[in-house]
């Protein structure tokens, strides 16, 4: 059961670390393709290990 539940959740919430300030930002399932700004220092955060 842990697995399942941490998959989920895992697929819902996506955490990306600014390299800059180091703030983990939320992603939203579907922003999790695309290039966000962290929340606090403003600085570009592409997607990482892109699903192939
Ligand atoms: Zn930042």
């Avoid at 996506?14 to 180091?22: E, S």
């Avoid at 939320?26 to 962290?38: G, Y």
Wanted: contains cysteine; aromatic residues 6%; charged residues 30%.
């Amino acid at each position: 059961m842990w697995g399942i539940y941490s998959t989920l959740m895992a697929a819902f919430n996506r955490k990306r670390k600014c390299p800059q300030c180091g703030k983990v930002n939320i992603i939203r399932l579907e922003n999790k393709d695309k290039t966000v700004k962290c929340r606090k220092c403003g600085k570009d955060l592409p997607p990482q290990n892109p699903r192939v």
